[in-house]
């Protein structure tokens, strides 16, 4: 259902209120210069992305949207995981239940595989039914970027819905400034699932060398819903990172690095499952081991000719996840390795009156998987098949930057692109291999004719190839209780399965979009100094060949008939929906001054698939979020408070005869935080910080997984830095 008056009084209220909260801004900082204790009025900086062109460019003239986020805003919301961090980013969800080690991404209605994740450059390939799609601790993170729409122009395949690029902190993160050498510990707690977090940084620059190296460890318990019920989740996190970089010459540097994430975990098999089934077999609990591990190097070239500009970049990424099931026993695993090589170099000339950067780069990998189940013979683990993939792409990009184009004022951006790619896929289970070829192009613009505003467009091509697990997926899904046959030796119900059948004949998806969007860009509107930026944009997205996922979850016929056997429960299988088409809007605001600040967001997106007329099951609700905050000077603090709103849900599927039915439906939530953050002028290098997220213990569904989101979380850290 659409949303209605009540979300736009909603959203009047929510900006209403960041209109007070700036006015309030201002009166603070008018009261501070009656005192004489206003500072100077200092140049908002501006915000860039790397990852929306591969080269730095000002967030606000990218001709698309990308939203950053740096490290003084993840140090100030103190998040537990990704998701926290990313809660407000418009178009981007996180499905898969409240645990952290069943989250996953979606980008404007696109999920799984269709968003490309990067840990410092390095592809995070890792995929499985019912786990999360990567695993990284927010704390060690320096930068988190969301590019948002198609950019398989630059990545290749993936990256429909876009991109999740987060990079991990270094020495210039954190040092204070004029200090060469730092370390700084860190202690945290939040009462929503009882978690605790201890960690220990040391980091220098000292010129030619830039190094970090940090532990840590999270320990937590079950969830506390909203709803009063618990999610059994108790996990022991242990996380590390090292990383260096060094200049051999004022032209060349080296660097490498080593990222690690460790979680033991107690909880149910499916990290997105809620238990509570009634049975004996499924609400179990099993030991779960998650091992992440993504090692880098890489080499800069930038001397001084404006033709090179080149950097190298080798890595791979190991992830597995074990399970031990004690009541069996049994022990299963899934192991994904990925290893990659990539290399651009940007060259910067004018072409006449012209500034162009022309970027060419390439890049080849390959994702290997394997399964292990210690209760077959041969080792084999059903539904996770023994396979591999491999890619290899090139791509070219011009930005071209114009100023008095054609004799117009103001200046102009044009950025065409276009990549092509190559990949392969093949198993032990099937024979011949999946192997097809895809062109990607891209030309965006970006017009600003007055120095305030700025209109862009783009049109996009992407392409996702199909995953080794929807190519060649085979043995049991799931296992249900015969709906008739009881065991009383066993004292349970017999057991039937539903089956995966594979389809080695899957096609890569493909997209084409077009958007269009504008932004507005003033200075000194509130008081002196300050900035607003905002950007809107609209954007359509044909699909063809899309891949889903269909679980047909059925009792056979001879399920209810004697002997009752053969009796199964459906299949699951992965298929191309012919045509399919998604369209969304977006909006953000960022407003900073001296005194204030000012987030919001909004986010709207409707699909189809077009052969049957149901609803895309990716989509979520109309979304509005705002973080507002003051800087009191004075007391060395911070105060914030973040807002979002969601509107009522429903989702049709066909019913096959030319009408529909409802498939889900989720209430409208309001939920409400507060937080806080005090570094004292008076104890240098201590910090705190406090919060409560969910003040109003809100009872509320992100996404339809059957389960609530987690309920009122006290939170609190602490940390102590010093240097020299």
Not at 305 to 310: A, E, M, V, Y
Not at 371 to 399: K, N, Y
Not at 605 to 625: F, H, Y
């Amino acid at each position: 259902m659409k949303t209605g008056s009540g979300r736009r009084r909603f959203a009047r209220a929510m900006f209403a209120t960041a209109s007070g909260l700036a006015l309030a801004g201002t009166a603070l900082a008018q009261d501070a210069e009656d005192s004489g204790a206003t500072p100077e009025p200092e140049q908002r900086q501006e915000t860039v992305t790397v990852y929306g062109t591969s080269n730095p460019i000002p967030v606000f003239d990218y001709p698309g949207q990308v939203s950053v986020i740096t490290r003084d805003e993840i140090e100030l919301r103190t998040p537990s995981s990704v998701s926290d961090l990313l809660r407000d980013v418009p178009g981007m969800e996180f499905s898969g239940g409240p645990r952290r080690t069943g989250e996953v991404p979606s980008l404007r209605g696109f999920t799984g595989q269709n968003v490309l994740i990067l840990l410092d450059g390095a592809r995070q390939s890792f995929t499985s039914a019912h786990d999360g799609r990567f695993f990284a601790d927010p704390a060690l993170l320096g930068t988190a970027e969301v590019v948002r729409g198609p950019a398989s122009a630059l990545y290749g395949s993936g990256a429909v819905g876009g991109v999740l690029a987060l990079e991990s902190a270094d020495a210039e993160d954190l040092l204070e400034e004029g200090q060469s050498w730092g370390a700084r510990v860190r202690a945290a707690y939040q009462s929503v699932n009882e978690e605790t977090l201890t960690s220990l940084s040391a980091f220098t620059n000292t010129g030619k060398f830039d190094g970090l190296a940090s532990i840590g460890l999270r320990q937590s318990g079950d969830i506390e819903l909203g709803d009063g019920s618990s999610l059994p989740s108790d996990d022991e996190i242990t996380t590390g990172l090292v990383k260096g970089r060094y200049a051999l010459t004022d032209a060349l540097s080296l660097e490498a690095s080593w990222q690690r994430f460790g979680n033991s975990a107690f909880e149910p098999n499916n990290g997105q499952g809620t238990l509570g089934t009634g049975d004996s077999v499924l609400d179990r609990n099993v030991d779960k081991d998650i091992t992440s591990d993504t090692y880098r190097i890489g080499a800069g070239f930038n001397p001084a000719s404006k033709l090179l500009d080149s950097d190298l970049t080798v890595y791979q990424t190991t992830t597995e996840v074990e399970e031990f099931d004690a009541t069996v026993p049994r022990t299963i695993s899934r192991e994904i390795e990925t290893t990659g090589v990539s290399a651009r170099n940007a060259s910067r000339f004018d072409l006449g009156p012209v500034q162009t950067t022309f970027t060419i780069g390439g890049d080849w990998y390959r994702d290997e998987q394997t399964g292990f189940d210690s209760e077959t013979g041969d080792g084999v683990r059903g539904g996770v098949p023994d396979a591999e993939s491999e890619f290899m792409g090139l791509f070219a990009q011009i930005e071209a930057v114009a100023e008095r184009p054609f004799g117009l004022p103001g200046q102009l951006i044009l950025i065409p692109g276009v990549r092509y790619d190559e990949f392969s896929s093949d198993s032990e289970t099937a024979t011949g291999e999946n192997e097809d070829s895809a062109v990607s192009p891209r030309f965006a613009a970006s017009y600003g004719p007055v120095e305030w505003l700025r209109v862009f467009g783009s049109y996009s091509e992407g392409f996702r190839a199909p995953s080794v697990n929807e190519l060649y997926l085979d043995g049991t899904h799931f296992e249900v209780p015969h709906p008739i046959l009881f065991d009383p030796g066993a004292g349970s119900f017999v057991f039937v399965t539903n089956e995966f059948i594979p389809n080695a004949d899957l096609k890569p998806e493909k997209t084409e979009t077009v958007e269009v969007g504008a932004g507005l860009d003033f200075h000194d509107v509130v008081s002196s100094g300050d900035r607003v930026q905002a950007k809107v944009s609209y954007y359509e997205s044909e699909v063809e060949d899309l891949i889903n996922l269909s679980v047909d979850f059925s009792y056979s016929a001879t399920c209810f008939a004697p002997p009752f056997f053969p009796c199964s429960a459906g299949t699951t299988s992965s298929a191309n929906v012919s045509s399919a088409e998604i369209e969304g809007v977006e909006g953000e605001l960022r407003y900073d001054s001296d005194r204030s600040f000012i987030r919001a967001s909004y986010s709207s997106i409707e699909g189809a698939d077009l052969s049957t007329g149901s609803d895309l099951g990716t989509l979520s609700p109309d979304r509005v979020s705002l973080d507002m905050g003051l800087k009191a000077h004075e007391w060395d603090a911070i105060f914030g408070v973040r807002l979002q709103h969601a509107s009522d849900f429903t989702r049709y599927e066909s019913d096959g005869a030319g009408g529909s039915t409802i498939a889900e439906t989720r209430d409208s939530y309001a939920v409400a935080d507060i937080y806080a953050s005090w570094s004292p002028d008076g104890l240098p290098g201590i910090r705190f910080d406090a919060g409560i997220d969910n003040i109003f213990d809100e009872r509320y569904e992100r996404v339809f997984e059957g389960v609530y989101e987690p309920g009122r979380n006290y939170k609190i850290a602490a940390s102590w830095q010093f240097g020299g």
